[in-house]
């Protein structure tokens, strides 16, 4: 393990420029979210407009086969599903995340998203100048596993968007992006330095950069279940006969398709966070002799694979599909928050050196 005496010594101006990057970048990523919400409202306003050119059609097309027949027209049954013409599809997305020309033209989400890749490069910036600026990894509190996990969101969703659209999730993702950067400059502001002793350890790069990546994804599956709650109760809710207070989720795939795609990322994330747990178990060994000693970050990092095997295996054998699987998928994602927050702030362990 080095000795403290011997640690290069930190480059506080670009300590600083770090900072500042991590400020600019966040600032950023705030007016992309604006512009992706300000294209969701747009989009509401535009479908809403096509549901109501499709029924002024239907309804003179009504009149004419009535004038034709001799027969008096029937309206439409209040409160009930809007008519629509045969060109104009229930929702503009498929569930393989095609859209049709109705959404193509959205000017604002495609501003939103070169802001969102400067965003990302500032905030690159700053997160390697700073690992640079203290000769290590920059994850070694709160501050940087919270700024760095942020980053990892942000660049796997757009990386993404070069194989599916998911720009529906952008104001989801990029604003949970900046919530992130938020909690990590005003709630963990800490100091640049050199890592503790007990931090020292080349096992800081596999364990605490996997649980990043584990925790990014767990973040973007639990946007992706709180839209399909959204679009379930939405459909449950135009099935029943009520209007449609929520258009613009037409830009967004079905229930299922949101729930399979969430799926899929919990199955990456799942084997991650083992790999996690198992890496810190080796790591907790070498560092004070020890597998397991039940301290409480040890624990809800156990906690927290139970809630997502239980998830799981309930999805894949129990035939829990549906609202049932999203719930418990934001139970576990819950777990995560509690962990990397309650648990480091007010529980006194051997992970109390996070920089709190």
């Not at 967004?252 to 729930?259: R, T």
Request: charged share 10%.
């Amino acid at each position: 393990m080095p000795n403290g005496s011997n640690l290069a010594p930190i480059n506080e101006a670009l300590g600083n420029y770090s900072q500042l990057f991590m400020l600019l970048s966040a600032f950023v990523y705030m007016v992309a979210f604006i512009l992706f919400a300000l294209d969701l409202a747009k989009s509401n306003k535009t479908i809403s407009e096509i549901d109501a050119a499709a029924l002024k059609r239907d309804s003179e097309m009504l009149v004419g086969a009535a004038a034709t027949s001799g027969s008096a027209p029937r309206s439409p049954k209040r409160g009930g599903p809007i008519p629509r013409a045969d060109n104009v599809s229930e929702n503009v997305v498929n569930d393989k995340m095609n859209y049709t020309e109705h959404s193509s033209n959205r000017n604002m989400a495609r501003i939103a998203l070169v802001l969102s890749w400067l965003g990302v490069a500032m905030h690159g910036f700053a997160v390697i100048s700073r690992g640079v600026a203290a000769h290590r990894v920059p994850w070694g509190n709160m501050y940087e596993f919270l700024s760095t996990g942020a980053l990892v969101v942000a660049v796997v969703y757009l990386v993404v968007l070069f194989f599916k659209d998911l720009r529906f999730m952008g104001s989801f993702i990029i604003g949970l992006v900046t919530l992130m950067l938020c909690g990590a400059t005003m709630g963990f502001p800490t100091p640049l330095g050199h890592l503790v002793p007990a931090l020292q350890s080349p096992w800081i790069v596999i364990h605490v950069s996997i649980a990043v990546f584990a925790s990014a994804l767990f973040s973007i599956s639990f946007a992706m279940n709180v839209l399909q709650l959204i679009q379930h109760s939405r459909m449950n809710k135009i099935a029943s006969g009520l209007p449609d207070k929520l258009p613009f989720m037409r830009l967004v795939p079905g229930a299922g398709a949101l729930e399979n795609f969430a799926y899929r990322i919990n199955t990456i994330s799942f084997v991650m966070w083992t790999f996690t747990v198992m890496a810190g178990a080796i790591w907790a060994e070498a560092a004070w002799g020890r597998y397991w000693g039940w301290d409480p970050k040890e624990v809800w990092s156990f906690v927290i694979w139970v809630v997502y095997a239980g998830y799981l295996h309930a999805r894949a054998t129990g035939g829990w599909t549906g609202p049932r699987s999203a719930w418990l998928s934001i139970i576990g994602y819950g777990c995560v928050i509690f962990n990397f927050t309650i648990v480091n702030i007010f529980f006194d362990g051997l992970h109390s050196y996070a920089g709190v």
